[in-house]
Each structure stands twice: as structure tokens, then as C-alpha cells.
């Protein structure tokens, strides 16, 4: 999951190149905005389908991964729309794509810190406890350990004091 969203960031300039584009053709009244956003989206699903499904295909089968491969798809597939929607979110509101650039990586790095790899929920201190249930990384990586776990009897069944902290 980290991997879907850091290799994301590429995706920063491509809206800051078009913004003036979409400024001009917006001011004109060529189209409106929920236009721009919906066709950019229906051109970009084939391309995070296939990437998505490349991942998972060598990742399950180099892993020797017993979960559901259309779920282990589709869970991909949906981290790859959330975190380029994120991405030309922070592209649509910054003036340069440095800044874009260090935005999105800092905010993805927080995300990956606090989404229950490192720590259990409980574990993380309250007043970084908000960037837990709002981590774009948690659901997608909670969804693929629930997706490789659930109902597999190897899982590890041992004492929960004898568990580094973990996500389980």
C-alpha cells in the first residue's frame, strides 16, 4: 500500500502544468470544473486498473499470498483513485510543484506513520490519535490484512503480550 502511494507523487505537476489551461477554458465558460475532474478520472481508471492488477498479480504470486486476488485487485485499485485524487487535490491548491512535491510526501509520510503499521491505535498518542482515522493508507491496509487473514488458520495464535507492536 505505501508503495501505490508514494509512487502517486508523479502525479503533482501534471495538474499544476494544466492548471492555466483549466483556469482560462473554465473562465471562458468552455466547461465547469465537475466536468474537468469527471472526464480526467474516466481517462485515468484504465491506467490504475492495469497498474493496480500488475501490482497484485507479482506481488501475490512473489509473496505466496493466500488471499483473494480480485480483492487484493480492487483494494489496490481503490488506494491508486484515492491517493491521485489526494494528489491533484494538494496540486489544485499549491503554486508550485515543489511545494506540491514536499506537501504530499510529508502528509503521505504522516499517513504511513500513524496508519497502525508502526503502532496500534491504542499505542499512538491523543493528540496524533486524528491523523490515525484520517490516514488514506489505514483502510486500504486494514482491508488487505482482513483480505490475507481472516478465516486462515495461520494465523499466529499465541499470547498478545508476546506481539511486538503491530497492526494485529
Known sequence: VSLVFFSSNDAVPTFIQERFIFIR?????????????????????PFFAVQGFTFAVITK?????????????????ASLITT??????????????????????????LFFLTCGFFLKASQIPKYW???????????PFEALLINEFKGNEHCYTGEPTELSPGPL
Open 25 to 45: 477554458e473554465t473562465s471562458h465558460n468552455a466547461y465547469r470544473a465537475s466536468t474537468y475532474v469527471i472526464s480526467s478520472l474516466i481517462v485515468y481508471l
Open 61 to 77: 504470486y512473489m509473496l505466496h499470498l493466500r488471499s483473494n486476488i480480485i480483492n487484493f485487485w480492487l483494494i489496490l485499485y
Open 129 to 139: 490519535i486524528w491523523l490515525h482515522y484520517i490516514s488514506a493508507i489505514k483502510y
Open 84 to 109: 491521485n485524487a489526494y494528489v491533484m487535490l494538494v496540486s489544485a491548491v499549491v503554486p508550485s510543484y515543489i511545494t506540491g512535491y514536499a506537501i504530499v510526501i510529508a502528509t503521505t509520510a
